[in-house]
């Protein structure tokens, strides 16, 4: 499928009254630390805490009416379970988010707060898998793939639109990539609204599949994936990697440490509470900043869920 | 004195160029726990991270050029001390800051980073009283006090101006109060731009000499005070107390794990950093909430300079 422009157009008016427009902040002394001018998307502030509400909205926007009556379902343990839910409840259908009985509770009472149904499974894939296929088949909901499905990437995309829309000069993009629907989403908005601005992602070098897969021109699946970055432990999809293969600039891996250093400098300096996994996109840039000097730079910092008591610092 | 609105605006055209004019944030969920309309002032996103900023750009601003080519000196181990020395520095004067020896390695730092001369002294009010005079005696410099002067105090109050300016028919505003300089600006704001507006503090029980002050009708000064919100541990000031006296309507006490968990809410929910102190806040107002309900409440939190390896949670 190509994804045209005038898709993307679609998809930002199609969502727009279920999302926040983020605000986008800046810090001058972060600007100084890495010698670029750094204009930060904080998706942290969307609704749910994070930008996998625009591609859970538009994915369930797009359903027809009967498919609505049977809801969604997904498999999540992240943000997308909690995007899903959220989502499904503002447009008044249901949704059942299969999760591995190992979740933490708080991420369990987060789907249900936001009235989802939790349906615990074992904590593996064959266990995920099947008991996804027997809600779907017990009660017609329409699964919903987390990053793997072009409604998705679609809305992931228009985080950066609004960005291009306020900072039509920006020389990169870094977002982080997990499942790839957020950078896939970006890629896609740069080569439409801004061609000139390249998009790169960072990755933590202990769940490096997209790097790997980007390198050898084919999907390498993530195996025992081992980073704070609780949001990037997923494999690339066939949907979204021929759009990473195909507008992607570059993919730059980091270490933990440089993770939990460019996430306390967002705290610190910003005053704004982020993920592991968006401080990545961060790291990435301080990593190879001598490459940014002087360019006028956007992030996205793709949410804002922590867990208060478990921090790494 | 006599301050007069038209101070009030002079103050605000003064520090303008020196300030962030901070954003104003919402959160549908802590608007619903409280049953109120909430607008959070944001000025742990102010410069240097707290709004004493305002006060003591106010306070430099108001120097005659002879006084400014000597400097301005201080005591203070907390935010003012960042905030006189990033105003001074932006200004293009010298600044001195007397703190106590055992303050934590981090403030020190802070304030060389912005440029402050750091003079230390023992932890006693004796010793930092004596070492104080010294470097004024020796510098030259012009002592400004942190918030017991008119145009510290003044400078305070800028916030709430905003806050009325963006939201005029609010029924509240809610600050913490420790040394009172905030505390006594937004009243005469509130007094001078919104006269309907009531405002009300939020003080720790452990530090509760400004709601003592407030009972007895004269200052009671702070003994041992005990308590996670460490910008509330001074006295009210001779200058700040008639104004709290006059405009003020009411100080509300709260436990220490009342503030904590204001705090863990503004956190998780508005996915900003807020200090303990600026929490202080809106835990009065969730302690009294029932005498709120459905009203418009401005809160001002306060700063976001946390210690992040020292959490409460």
Redesign the interface.
């Known amino acids: 499928m190509i994804i045209t422009k005038q898709n993307l157009l679609d998809t930002h008016k199609r969502i727009k009254d279920y999302i926040h427009r983020t605000?986008i902040l800046s810090s001058q002394l972060i600007n100084e630390m890495v010698g670029a001018e750094i204009y930060f998307k904080c998706e942290?502030?969307q609704k749910m805490?994070a930008f996998k509400m625009r591609g859970a909205s538009n994915a369930i926007l797009q359903l027809s009416k009967t498919e609505k009556e049977f809801g969604v379902a997904t498999h999540s343990s992240g943000n997308f379970a909690q995007a899903l839910a959220l989502a499904a409840k503002m447009q008044g259908i249901k949704a059942y988010i299969v999760m591995p009985s190992s979740a933490p509770e708080i991420k369990k009472a987060a789907v249900k707060g936001y009235g989802g149904e939790v349906i615990e499974c074992e904590p593996n894939l064959k266990a995920r898998e099947s008991t996804l296929n027997d809600v779907v088949n017990k009660t017609g909901a329409v699964f919903l793939h987390p990053y793997n499905d072009y409604n998705v990437i679609q809305g992931q995309g228009t985080a950066a639109m609004e960005l291009i829309e306020e900072h039509a000069d920006l020389n990169c993009i870094f977002t982080p990539v997990g499942g790839g629907g957020l950078l896939a989403g970006t890629a896609l908005a740069a080569h439409h609204f801004s061609p000139n601005t390249k998009v790169i992602a960072g990755e933590p070098m202990g769940a490096d599949d997209a790097w790997q897969s980007f390198q050898k021109g084919e999907i390498v699946p993530q195996t025992n994936p081992n980073t704070i970055a609780d949001g990037l432990l997923t494999s690339l999809g066939d949907k979204n990697f021929p759009i990473i293969k195909e507008h992607v600039e570059d993919i730059i891996r980091v270490e933990e440490e440089e993770i939990i250093s460019a996430m306390?400098l967002i705290?610190?300096r910003m005053?704004?509470?982020?993920e592991p996994s968006s401080a990545v996109a961060l790291a990435a840039l301080i990593k190879e900043k001598e490459k940014f000097q002087n360019q006028k730079i956007g992030i996205i910092i793709s949410g804002?869920n922590v867990q208060?008591?478990k921090?790494p610092?």
Chains 1, 2 share one sequence.
């Open positions: 605000p942290n502030f805490g306390r705290w610190e005053k704004i509470v982020a804002g208060l008591d921090l610092f």
